[in-house]
């Protein structure tokens, strides 16, 4: 086939994982118009219980939502890299948003108000206190979410392919109710501090989105999401057994979530003072945060064999090598083979084998799910990526790298950014010579110098997000 006569795109196939053809037809889907309904009726809710507090203090208001949005966006960044072998439709991704952030969060403050009186009835005022949040937060919050993972299924089963893509959706939907949450307890701080206080904002934005933000609401429903994804994909199980998985999903987020509420930490505070308080939340961040990456990595894994089976099963090294089969696996081996094109062609080199990524796994995934078909849609655009990398002079987009020692040394000085931003310096100039260098001989460079420019810089920012939180508080 001619570059000319692969340009032209394929005709759609009947096995095309399209959702719905039109918008005619989505109105007639009754799920679609529950959902309306419930973010309505979730938007409603939040502006009556919030309205007061924005119109009080409506400069903090604005600067919450522009944080914890900054804040949301990098983590749906994150998220989308997880599922980058098979990356599901924007829209979908948008409806678990809204669902979190405001059907979900919307219906928790009636739930935790309701559950919490039957509490006070039940218990002793103390307990409440000290054992409301863990209770009540992990129940309502945990159910409330999952049902919005069983709404995506229902919007689009089709989309739910794998147990990774549970875990993405689930993940969309913690993020949704994580933000909203979040400005809801700067809110909540601003009002606290009498004022329309930017500090009070500040310090949420520190504490909430900072310290806890990566154990948060987004990996709890996570986890949910897998076990509802596992319950929808493995019909050849029992019921009892996809039921007792799902169950057992959402029962591990409801333990994860009650953990992290849980009062473990306050008994430090006589002893050892904020300090011991800030150790024990980050034993129990990194406890939630490391079960979660486990149990991601077989996800990931799982998902990776759907897609690296089929390109093996070609042998044909001009649709993928077995190394480039390899880099397929995870997002650091990807940025490893794009970083070998940097170093040797610059950004358009890395441009091209990005591409050849992408053709890769789409091929793979259109041979998983329509067979010949699929091969002969996708065949076209990954030809034209194989030549782009072909005319560079890039017979095989690996992810093979070197280990040195200034890779090693740059790695620890991007710590260092930490005492003083001045550092920065260091690991920046310890990629440019290290990629001139490597450039030059036609060789790799350790991919270690990217590494710590990219965490020297997040430092930097870090250290400066600090110095004006400080400022702020003294004013």
Do not use: C
């Amino acid at each position: 086939m001619s570059v000319d006569q692969a340009a032209t795109p394929p005709p759609p196939t009947p096995g095309s994982r399209r959702v719905f053809t039109s918008w005619g037809a989505a109105a007639r889907w009754p799920a679609v118009w529950f959902f309306v309904a419930l973010t309505i009726g979730g938007i409603v809710i939040l502006g009556i219980a919030f309205g007061p507090a924005i119109a009080e203090a409506p400069g903090a208001f604005v600067l919450a939502a522009v944080l914890f949005a900054i804040h949301g966006a990098v983590f749906v960044t994150i998220i989308r890299a997880v599922d980058w072998l098979e990356p599901e439709p924007r829209w979908l991704f948008a409806a678990a948003l809204i669902w979190g952030g405001f059907v979900a969060s919307a219906n928790a403050l009636r739930a935790n108000t309701a559950l919490e009186s039957i509490l006070v009835k039940m218990t002793s005022l103390g307990f409440v206190r000290d054992w409301a949040a863990a209770i009540e937060g992990p129940t309502d919050e945990e159910i409330l979410k999952t049902l919005g993972i069983v709404m995506i299924v229902l919007l689009a089963r089709r989309q739910i392919n794998s147990v990774l893509d549970g875990v993405v959706y689930g993940a969309f939907v913690g993020l949704g109710f994580q933000e909203i949450e979040n400005i809801t307890y700067s809110l909540n701080a601003v009002a606290a501090a009498g004022d329309d206080s930017l500090a009070a904002v500040l310090q949420v934005f520190l504490v909430r989105g900072l310290l806890a933000g990566l154990w948060s609401h987004t990996v709890y429903s996570a986890i949910a999401g897998a076990g509802v994804a596992y319950a929808v994909l493995h019909r050849e199980r029992s019921w009892f057994n996809r039921i007792g998985v799902a169950l057992g999903a959402l029962a591990l987020a409801w333990l994860m979530h009650f953990l992290w509420n849980s009062p473990a930490a306050a008994s430090l505070t006589d002893y050892a003072g904020t300090y011991g308080t800030l150790l024990v939340l980050l034993i129990k961040g990194l406890l939630i945060l490391g079960t979660f990456l486990v149990l991601l990595h077989f996800f990931r894994k799982d998902e990776y064999e759907g897609v690296a089976g089929p390109l093996e099963s070609l042998s044909n090294p001009w649709i993928a090598t077995h190394n480039e089969i390899l880099a397929l696996r995870g997002w650091r081996s990807r940025g490893r083979a794009r970083w070998n094109a940097y170093v040797y062609g610059g950004t358009r080199a890395y441009g091209r084998v990005r591409r050849l990524q992408r053709a890769q796994a789409d091929l793979a995934v259109e041979m998983r799910d329509n067979g010949p078909a699929g091969f002969n849609t996708r065949l076209p655009e990954l030809q034209r990526a194989r030549y782009g990398v072909h005319e560079l002079g890039i017979t095989d987009a690996d992810a093979l790298h070197p280990t040195t020692t200034s890779g090693l040394i740059s790695f620890v000085l991007a710590f260092a950014v930490l005492i003083n931003p001045i550092f920065l310096i260091l690991p920046l100039g310890f990629l440019v010579f290290g990629v001139a260098r490597a450039r030059s001989r036609r060789q790799r460079a350790d991919p270690r110098l990217r590494t710590a420019a990219v965490l020297a810089v997040v430092f930097a920012l870090a250290y400066l997000v600090s110095v004006i939180a400080r400022a702020a508080t003294l004013v």
